[in-house]
């Protein structure tokens, strides 16, 4: 009896130490992963401050060049760099880019909204699930394709639209830049807005089909109500890709900037300037040079803002079902 109980007592002390041992890796594997989990945060932290930093050296080290004021850079309406005296007004750079922005969102908010509507509410399973895959393609297609299609096909297309009412279509204008971009922003609006749209609990729509309600007053006068937070983050997250898009705008929209209502003429944008300057001759520590960090900190703001604003809708329209 003796002997047995000892035999009992030694395999429960190795159990007891197998176990202790597992928990210390176990603690020292959970360690290890909180701390590459903090590396990443910060190194993303350390990214952006970085980027703010470099972008504000940059930028108070233009304005003590140029000597020219805030002022004077936002809302003067002169940008002309190369001159004998520079001049350095953003505002037709920040108007250009604003009217891309409008013009694009005119065309992919909608097409996108109605397309989530009827992905979430009226496509058949098996149709939802290919149709859905198709338009995420579109974000797939790089964006100096679209500026491509941009030149060989829409501009020639607006061309035979307007010039037979006597409206000159530019080579390069804006509408298609407009065009072009709307449709690169459509899976961002619809993906997003369906994924919120088909998040709504089932009870909601059973409770309104229950009173006798309809498909479409369902879809828009429950289901989208209801899901309204995300849909507008999803306009606001659509909105900043338009305003920072490049390559499509650069081979659409070309590189004159000036205020105009004119769809049909050719502006330049924010991000336009800052791939001239960088394709140009300009030469480091000139005031050329130094006012692509000028004007990509505005546009840093700009997109900061409006993902505020995004953060903003979410926190005041958000529901929370149980």
């Known amino acids: 009896m003796l002997s047995s109980a000892l035999e009992v007592s030694s395999r429960r002390s190795a159990v007891a130490e197998r176990w202790a041992g597992h928990s210390r890796y176990l603690a020292y594997w959970e360690a290890a992963v909180t701390l590459g989990l903090v590396l990443c945060t910060v190194v993303t932290v350390l990214t952006t401050l970085g980027i703010v930093a470099v972008l504000g050296v940059e930028t108070v080290a233009f304005f003590s060049?140029?000597?020219?004021?805030?002022?004077?850079?936002?809302?003067?309406?002169?940008?002309?760099?190369?001159?004998?005296?520079?001049?350095?007004?953003?505002?037709?750079?920040?108007?250009?880019?604003?009217?891309?922005?409008?013009?694009?969102?005119?065309?992919?908010?909608?097409?996108?909204?109605?397309?989530?509507?009827?992905?979430?509410?009226?496509?058949?399973?098996?149709?939802?699930?290919?149709?859905?895959?198709t338009l995420e393609l579109l974000a797939g297609i790089p964006t100096i394709v679209y500026g491509y299609l941009a030149l060989v096909l829409i501009t020639p297309i607006l061309k035979q639209i307007f010039e037979p009412f006597g409206l000159r279509v530019e080579r390069f204008n804006a509408l298609s830049a407009c065009i072009v971009v709307g449709v690169m922003i459509i899976p961002l609006v619809s993906s997003l807005s369906e994924d919120v749209l088909s998040a709504v609990p089932r009870g909601l729509r059973e409770a309104a089909y229950g009173l006798g309600?309809?498909?479409?007053?369902?879809?828009?006068?429950?289901?989208?109500?209801?899901?309204?937070?995300?849909?507008?983050?999803?306009?606001?997250?659509?909105?900043?890709?338009?305003?920072?898009?490049?390559?499509?705008?650069?081979?659409?929209?070309?590189?004159?900037?000036?205020?105009?209502?004119?769809p049909l003429t050719s502006i330049e944008t924010m991000t336009t300037y800052m791939v001239q300057v960088i394709s140009g001759d300009a030469s480091y520590g000139e005031p050329k040079y130094l006012s692509l960090f000028a004007v990509g900190l505005t546009l840093f703001a700009v997109t900061l803002c409006l993902n505020l604003i995004s953060n903003l809708v979410l926190r005041r329209f958000r529901e929370v079902y149980h």
């Open 213 to 262: 309600a309809t498909r479409f007053e369902v879809s828009t006068r429950v289901v989208l109500p209801a899901g309204l937070s995300g849909v507008c983050a999803s306009f606001i997250l659509a909105v900043s890709r338009a305003v920072g898009e490049t390559m499509a705008v650069v081979m659409a929209a070309g590189m004159v900037p000036k205020i105009t209502l004119n």
């Open 65 to 133: 060049q140029a000597k020219i004021g805030i002022g004077e850079f936002l809302f003067g309406t002169a940008l002309k760099p190369d001159a004998t005296s520079p001049r350095f007004g953003v505002l037709p750079l920040m108007w250009g880019t604003f009217l891309i922005a409008a013009g694009s969102s005119a065309i992919a908010l909608p097409i996108g909204l109605f397309s989530a509507i009827y992905l979430s509410e009226y496509a058949p399973r098996r149709l939802r699930s290919v149709l859905k895959p």
